[in-house]
């Protein structure tokens, strides 16, 4: 795919639980039905009993995933941001799986969080891809608080906030405009 055009950067916002990573996952499987190239990373939880207690870090070129953070009252590590306690090593992995990324239709970059806009860490190259736009749509999602900092790094992007939305008409719209 050639991209001789400026690429669409489409920051999806949402509080935690508001279904922004499931809404990515979707996108994903009704996308590659239409044989449209999709690469990126998934961030989905893992739950026990109801309760958030791990987040896991899926490449979705190849399937393969990690669990990239633990509750940090559970587990310790020198990475820790708010209640969660990051492996450094599956970062560095994510960001390996993120470098053999192409060119490629839609970009996924799953939860662009203070780790990665605050601090230098994270998914740097995730960050770095979207920058370059070797893409046609890319697709982040972010947390409220973390909308000024994304804007200052990409300020042509646009925000769909999730609680605005019905989730099938967000669904729609976002694969109307992948597809385009």
């Given amino acids: ?73 559970e587990t310790k590590s020198d990475l820790e941001f708010g209640d969660w306690a990051f492996d450094r090593e599956v970062l560095a992995w994510g960001n390996q799986r993120l470098n053999n990324i192409g060119q490629t239709d839609v970009f996924v970059l799953d939860e662009v969080g203070p780790l990665e806009l605050e601090r230098g860490e994270g998914l740097q190259t995730g960050l770095e891809i979207a920058q370059n736009g070797w893409f046609k749509v890319g697709l982040m999602t972010a947390r409220p608080n973390c909308v000024r900092p994304i804007l200052e790094v990409f300020p042509e992007s646009e925000i769909f906030n999730c609680s605005s939305w019905d989730h ?13």
């Avoid at 739950?47 to 870090?57: C, H, P, R, Y």
């Avoid at 099938?168 to 385009?180: N, V």
């Fill in 1 to 73: 795919m050639a991209n001789n055009h400026s690429p669409r950067r489409i920051i999806l916002v949402g509080e935690s639980g508001e279904g922004k990573t499931q809404l990515l996952i979707d996108i994903v499987q009704n996308l590659r039905k239409q044989s449209v190239k999709v690469e990126g990373v998934l961030s989905p939880g893992i739950f026990d009993d109801g309760k958030k207690v791990a987040i896991e870090l899926l490449d979705l070129a190849t399937n393969h995933s990690r669990i990239c953070a633990r509750l940090a009252l």
């Fill in 168 to 180: 099938s008409e967000l669904l729609q719209e976002l694969i109307r405009i992948a597809t385009r």
